[in-house]
């Protein structure tokens, strides 16, 4: 189950150039963090959240007021059991369990409001945000020999999250919505859309103004 693409790159590419040509940036989020998958409907399969980890950059553009669109690499891990049954439904042998894993490239575009004016340059200054984001799969991994399946080339989001900056430093954490299903096909009895709460903390390198 492995698929590759320059066509995901290119595109998030060509969204952080557009951003910067048509807006001042005025600082640069670098930063990397965990991840947790919230399954929405488990399932015959019993689906399952583990964590993982993505690491990026962002641009804040604006001030009070501001857009934040960026670029990750993200990697979620999900595992799953089969549980043979018999006619009855009764269980004829011990539940396997198998592991999936998919890398993708999160674009996310954020709208967000500082508590706090950032042209008087608080040492200490908290935001809120929110917005869409598109998951671009470069590859996946599914640890089962017996199974071919297809992971959808793109999934959408919509999240809400909030951070805290303090000097060069930043933390920020949120939750993200899916609006789409993980695979293409019926090779599972339930295709799950899930959702995913993240941590993220790193610098900022900010512009002069």
């Keep these: 189950m492995r698929s590759s693409s320059l066509l995901p790159l290119c595109a998030a590419l060509l969204t952080l150039s557009c951003c910067i040509g048509t807006a001042r940036a005025q600082e640069v989020h670098l930063y990397g963090g965990y991840n947790g998958s ?12 583990r964590a993982g980890y993505q690491f990026g950059a962002d641009l804040l553009i604006g001030d009070r007021w501001f857009l934040k669109p960026g670029i990750q690499f993200l990697v979620r891990n999900l595992d799953y059991s089969l549980v043979a049954t018999g006619p009855n439904s009764e269980v004829t042998a011990p539940a396997q369990d198998f592991t999936y894993t998919s890398r993708s490239l999160r674009v996310p575009v954020m709208l967000g409001f500082h508590l706090f004016d950032p042209a008087d340059e608080p040492m200490l200054n908290v935001y809120a945000m929110g917005g869409p984001s598109v998951l671009m799969n470069l590859n996946a ?3 089962n020999d017996a199974l071919t399946v297809k992971t959808n080339g793109t999934q959408w989001y919509l999240g809400f999250g ?7 430093l930043f933390v920020e954490g949120g939750y993200d919505v899916a609006m789409s299903n993980v695979f293409k096909g019926s090779d599972f009895d339930t295709n799950p859309k899930v959702n995913f709460v993240y941590a993220n903390a790193g610098l900022r390198l900010r512009f002069a103004r």
């Design 162 to 168: 909030a951070g805290v900056e303090l000097g060069f």
């Design 141 to 143: 991994d599914l640890d």
């Design 38 to 49: 919230n399954v929405q409907e488990s399932g015959h399969e019993r689906w399952v959240g």
